[in-house]
């Protein structure tokens, strides 16, 4: 695998291969089964696939962990080396954020809702940097995981107005055995807060379960939050069901629908989601 650090590295990398699709899967490192789901699907439907690790300052609030974030570079490098990856594009800051640059992408209806609503600036810093390494690897298909289901809603659109000549690909969430969606935040957790750290993927699944009966959003909403009310040591940030294909607001269920919610658990935020039609 070929590490480059610099845009003319990366791009003298992938002038040098011979390839006839792209895949690219951009990450903030400290990898895991998640991540490593989106490169081999990546290798499974491109001959070439460019990995990067970023951990991007302007997704992070001010009082967010971007200084805690889990950086384990010799881990993650073991790990894409045998996962499928040819090229890992590995900048520092002041690669992707040159001094003097100003530049923004938003997407206001979509970045000032859910998750967006609780982390101003979020969805702005990732849609800035994933315009960023869009225009610096020119993937053909770039992958995704559903469990961020909010970044990958926002994904499609920008790259559907600004006319990416580029494919989504939105990839299962991959969980641990007992339900948890695998996340680097998880380890943060200590055991008695990973059971707590469950209540979320719980009232997800509830929600999802009483949906086949009950088409009252409100209802299935109220249900949810009052079971993860009932669980020790989970301040719920928020819990919600919207539309699917856009996350609009909806009162029944009549359309494809998903379920997303986020918690704290001893200070850590965790996110899940599932769609209401998922088995
Ligand atoms: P991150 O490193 O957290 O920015 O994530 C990089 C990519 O991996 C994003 O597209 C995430 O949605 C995806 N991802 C993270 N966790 C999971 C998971 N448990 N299952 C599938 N994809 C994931």
Redesign the pocket.
């Known amino acids: 695998m070929i590490i480059a650090k610099t845009v003319p590295e990366l791009r003298l990398a992938i002038k040098q291969s011979t390839f006839r699709s792209l895949g690219f899967?951009?990450?903030?490192?400290?990898?895991?089964?998640?991540?490593i789901?989106?490169i081999q699907h990546a290798a499974q439907e491109n001959d070439l696939v460019v990995v990067s690790i970023f951990i991007n300052p302007k997704q992070f609030g001010p009082h967010e962990d971007y200084y805690k974030y889990p950086r384990d570079l010799d881990n993650d490098l073991e790990i894409l080396k045998n996962s499928g990856a040819h090229i890992l594009f590995l900048p520092e800051d002041d690669v992707i954020y040159q001094s003097g640059d100003e530049v923004e992408i938003r997407l206001p209806q979509i970045s000032s809702i859910l998750c967006g609503k609780f982390r101003p600036g979020h969805f702005d810093g990732v849609a800035l940097v994933l315009t960023k390494l869009f225009n610096i690897v020119a993937p053909n298909k770039a992958?995704?995981?559903?469990?961020?289901y909010q970044?990958?809603i926002l994904i499609k659109k920008m790259v559907d107005y600004l006319f990416w000549n580029l494919e989504i690909i939105v990839?299962?969430?991959?969980?641990d055995e007992d339900g948890l969606?695998?996340?680097?935040r998880n380890r943060y957790l200590s055991n008695e807060d990973r059971k707590s750290a469950l209540s979320l993927y719980t009232a997800l699944c509830l929600a999802r379960e009483k949906s086949k009966t009950c088409k009252d959003v409100e209802q299935l909403v109220r249900e949810a939050k009052a079971y993860i009310a009932s669980v020790p040591n989970v301040v719920l940030e928020y819990f919600e069901i919207r539309r699917a294909k856009d996350l609009k607001s909806i009162n029944f269920l009549k359309e494809e629908a998903v379920a997303l919610g986020a918690v704290y658990v001893n200070g850590t935020r965790l996110i899940d989601n599932i769609l209401l039609t998922e088995s």
Do not use: N, W
Request: hydrophobic residues 25%; proline residues 7%.
């Open positions: 899967v951009p990450t903030m490192g400290a990898l895991h089964e998640g991540h789901s989106l992958y995704f995981g559903q469990k961020d970044q990958t990839c299962p969430t991959i969980r969606a695998k996340s680097s």
